[in-house]
């Protein structure tokens, strides 16, 4: 079964960082864009960026550029989303999400999505 | 970059057709055949129903059908279900990046 696994939910105090990650099986991890998703409280869906975990190119939304960091580890077919510095408004459930075509490129429509890892920042 | 333009409501009874837009600009929807439409249940995630303006995954009932004419994208559900209450996204490409409407709640009367 194809299956993206995220990791748990996260509380944080602002200015500390974390990093979430996103486990995937059932497929080539290599061969599929990976990318993440925020949906903050009641609001709808924002695209944040997408990376090829088999050459690392990354590309983010103008609106999360410098301010997430996405990255992969094929080794153990994991990709991963951090922050440096949290703030209040980074609470939100953040979702992975898988290219819907092999080999393909960012402009693929997401056809898998993990469970989601809901990330509280409060102080 | 603005948030693709989605009604933020529309509503059908049982058996009906319903039609929701997707409006962008020519940098992203009218600029790519990349238009992707997602369903949303309440607290679950959301789930892809068409790629590529008009393309159906598998499993998806073909009540579910997609166009796009310039800008606009549109998603239309015939022969409206009560499971098909949910929130609706699209999606599109946007050069380097992609990008979501604000959503539009569907309610079956």
């Known amino acids: 079964e194809v299956q993206l696994v995220q990791s748990g939910a996260e509380v944080k105090k602002p200015g500390e960082s974390l990093k979430i990650s996103c486990k995937g099986s059932?497929?080539?991890?290599?061969?599929?864009?990976i990318g993440w998703v925020r949906q903050m409280p009641g609001k709808g869906l924002e695209w944040m960026g997408i990376i090829y975990p088999g050459d690392s190119d990354t590309r983010y939304s103008p609106s999360f550029q410098g301010q997430v960091t996405i990255s992969a580890d094929k080794s153990i077919s994991t990709a991963y989303l951090q922050w440096s510095s949290l703030k209040a408004s980074d609470t939100a459930m953040y979702y992975c999400?898988?290219?819907?075509?092999?080999?393909?490129?960012?402009?693929?429509?997401?056809?898998?999505w993990g469970q989601g890892t809901m990330v509280t920042v409060s102080s | 970059q603005s948030a693709l333009t989605q009604p933020p409501s529309a509503s059908g009874s049982p058996g009906q057709s319903v039609t929701i837009s997707c409006t962008g600009t020519s940098s992203d929807v009218g600029g790519y055949n990349y238009v992707s439409w997602y369903q949303q249940h309440p607290g679950k995630a959301p789930k892809l129903m068409i790629y590529e303006v008009s393309k159906r995954p598998s499993g998806v009932p073909d009540r579910f059908s997609g166009s796009k004419s310039g800008n606009t994208a549109s998603l239309t559900v015939s022969g409206l279900q009560a499971e098909d209450e949910a929130d609706y996204y699209c999606s599109s490409y946007a050069g380097s990046n992609g990008m979501f409407g604000g959503g539009t709640k569907l309610t079956v009367l």
């Open positions: 999400v898988r290219g819907n075509r092999y080999g393909g490129n960012p402009s693929d429509a997401f056809d898998i």
């Open positions: 059932g497929y080539s991890f290599t061969s599929y864009w």
